[in-house]
């Protein structure tokens, strides 16, 4: 079972890559779009369907600063195709290389158990969970102002700041009433 | 199709930096530092990442989630002071530093030397004005307290006096006049006894002269008897 390592090659002078996993394809294409539009640094986007990535591309593939799992929460294929792939990245990705991004929690059809569970799921690895919203244009623009900022500290554009202290700060806490029903 | 497939999406279409004339990618000296800052952080992770798996080959303990989660709010209470303090002394060192080039530049006798100079010195008198003004704000300040006091002491005194006053006045009416009535009733009762002994006296003497008949118009002493009879009224 060959793992993804987020040391194994060397880093890229003034680029930083990320690599974005969704199982349904959507919300990819549109923010790598708005990834790629950053001038300061070359954003190198990778798309990915799941976990485990295909051998061939592992030479030309370059070091991944940051490995952002999209769930949309409309379908409960989406979360457990994340939960999947969890297991193929090594450990030293979740010390602040790994972020959630949820996408439709405002949709009516979205049972309340779902969110949770991510939520659990992002608390437990102490990793950061954005909520954006894919239909506008300005909600991918957000959404990928808001993954830059991660990705720049991940990658290490931020002085004195590495990926690790920024998700002590950014990481998703749980609720204390988390185990009790919700309003509706 | 692969199900798990990746797409080699190289999509870096925009060309950000500018192009000099030979075609090659300019990078300015800040890119430059910003390379740098770049590639140092990158390697301390991977430092700290290797002395981490080297230590934890050392010693396996198994230590548990809360512990680890104390031991790491505790490390980061601690990095933050050490931020706090390097920072601290990182201002420190600058003003040093900037004292020290000014003092560079005033030594030679270049015309902004001069610039500096002028400003130094009215920098120097400005201070001085201050703290001339300074004192003199202390001393108005410590007279105004000084007669605030007084004020406050002598509203004190005249409260004090008023409360004295109210409680004599209230006082006085009251032994004096206990003692006064009693002799006064006293000595009422007596002026009537007397009166009416007086007035039944000069009754009588009036009733001689009437029925003796007796010639008082003549007799001087008689005469001043007889007028004084009728100061006091004739009761019953």
Known sequence: MSRLNPFAKLPGLNTASVLLVESEEHFQQSLAEALVEETSVTVNVRLAKSFPLPIENDESRPRIDLVVFIINLTSELSFQSAEASLKYLEPGYFLGKVCFMVTNARSSSVPAERLDAVRRLAASLHCPLLFAEEQTPQGVTNAAERLLTILKAAAGFVPFTTPLYLSNLTRCTLPPDIDQPSFD | ?236
């Not at chain 2, 190289?10 to 950000?16: A, Y």
């Not at chain 2, 198994?62 to 303090?85: F, G, N």
């Not at chain 2, 004599?168 to 009535?181: A, F, I, N, V």
């Open chain 2, 1 to 236: 199709m692969d199900s798990s497939g990746e797409d080699i999406n190289d999509m870096v279409k925009k060309d950000d930096a500018p192009k000099g004339p030979s075609g090659q990618k300019e990078t300015s000296t800040a890119d430059m530092l910003r390379i740098k800052q770049q590639m140092s952080n990158q390697c301390f992770e991977m430092e700290v990442h290797l002395n981490a798996v080297s230590v934890a080959g050392k010693n396996r303990r198994s230590c548990s989630t809360s512990e680890a989660e104390r031991d790491y709010s505790d490390h980061i209470s601690e990095l933050e002071r050490v931020k706090t303090l390097r920072f601290n002394q990182t201002l420190a060192l600058h003003r040093m530093q900037m004292w020290h080039a000014m003092e560079e530049k005033i030594k030679t006798n270049d015309p902004e030397a001069d610039a500096l100079r002028a400003v130094n010195q009215r920098c120097m008198a400005l201070c001085c004005r201050i703290k001339q003004i300074q004192q003199e704000t202390r001393l108005l300040q410590d007279e105004i307290t000084e007669l605030q006091k007084k004020r406050l002491e002598m509203k004190r005194l005249t409260h004090e006096k008023m409360k004295e006053m109210e409680d004599l006045m209230s006082r006085k009416e009251h032994p004096d006049t206990e003692k006064y009535k009693a002799a006064l009733e006293k000595g009422q009762t007596n002026l009537e006894k007397y009166k009416k002994m007086s007035i039944m006296a000069q009754n009588v003497l009036r009733g001689l002269l009437l029925a003796c008949k007796i010639n008082w118009l003549d007799d001087p002493k008689l005469r001043h008897v007889a007028m004084t009879l009728e100061e006091f009224p004739i009761t019953d």
